[in-house]
Nanobody, 127 residues
Framework: QLQLEESGGGLVQPGGSLRLSCAASGFTQDYFAMGWFRQAPGKKREGVSC????????KYADSVQGRFTISKDNAKNTVYLQMRSLKPEDTGVYYCAFFLAPTCTVIAGRWVQGDYWGQGTQVTVSS
């Protein structure tokens, strides 16, 4: 059974950095995209970033463009999200997503949801 194990959340001051990791296991797909979504208190889950199976198609939400960097290690089936210049509005539970497709899809600003999800890791940006 496919499992996604996340790590790296925590409390950080505004302007600080964090790196999230998500390791996937228990799957047989050769081609799959992975990504990150987040959910702030009282808000819907929103797409943050995703990376295609080959790594050459990367998407970012406008709110994190230029501050967050997604990457992957194919040998470890792991995706990373390096977050810099963090703001209080980045606070939320961050979820790793696994897509049964080689790329993720964003249509008119709406991110198609992942097929599998991690348990979520809390990121809190506060002074």
């Amino acid at each position: 059974q496919l499992q996604l194990e996340e790590s790296g959340g925590g409390l950080v001051q505004p302007g600080g950095s964090l790196r999230l990791s998500c390791a996937a296991s228990g799957f047989t797909q050769d081609y799959f995209a992975m990504g990150w979504f987040r959910q702030a208190p009282g808000k819907k889950r929103e797409g943050v970033s995703c990376i295609s199976s080959t790594g050459d198609n990367i998407k970012y939400a406008d709110s994190v463009q230029g501050r967050f960097t997604i990457s992957k290690d194919n040998a470890k089936n792991t995706v990373y999200l390096q977050m810099r210049s963090l703001k209080p509005e980045d606070t939320g539970v961050y979820y790793c997503a696994f897509f049964l497709a080689p790329t993720c899809t964003v249509i008119a600003g709406r991110w198609v949801q992942g097929d599998y999800w991690g348990q979520g890791t809390q990121v809190t940006v506060s002074s």
